[in-house]
């Protein structure tokens, strides 16, 4: 049997060349899948992971390749700007964790056309919004 834990981070980016993250449910990581993400946590973000873990807050993984391939970045909060987080109009798929879902929006500071995700989604080309994200609130 595969031991599982909920999966949380706190506001943080991971900048990864590939990560291939792949999850039971919308809210489980496997131990292996958070070893994976801590590996590549520089000291400050894997304290802030580990204890956004222990709290089990609300996340989302947004990736910058359909199908939750290549570069991603956790959040854990309302985005206001994705370029604070250098990812801005890069987002093409994203998992939600502890939370319904999201609105992105296609400008900074919640402007322009948005889309509603409800859990996860692995091509924002279904949407008509790959690469055009610039924030992100939860609901």
């Not at 609105?103 to 859990?119: D, E, F, L, W």
């Amino acid at each position: 049997m595969k031991n599982t834990l909920v999966a949380i981070a706190a506001l943080m980016s991971f900048n990864t060349l590939s990560a291939d993250l792949t999850f039971q449910n919308t809210n489980e990581m496997s131990y292996a899948e958070i070893n994976d993400v801590r590996n590549k946590l520089s000291d400050s973000e894997l304290l802030k992971f580990d204890n956004a873990v222990n709290m089990q807050m609300r996340m989302a993984v947004v990736y910058n390749d359909m199908n939750y391939r290549s570069q991603y970045r956790v959040i854990v909060e309302d985005t206001p700007d994705f370029r604070v987080i250098g990812f801005n109009d890069n987002t093409t798929a994203i998992k939600v964790y502890n939370a319904i879902g999201v609105t992105v929006y296609q400008k900074a500071n919640y402007g322009g056309q948005y889309r509603t995700i409800i859990g996860d989604l692995a091509d924002f080309r279904l949407i008509g919004f790959n690469d055009d994200t610039s924030s992100m609130k939860f609901f």
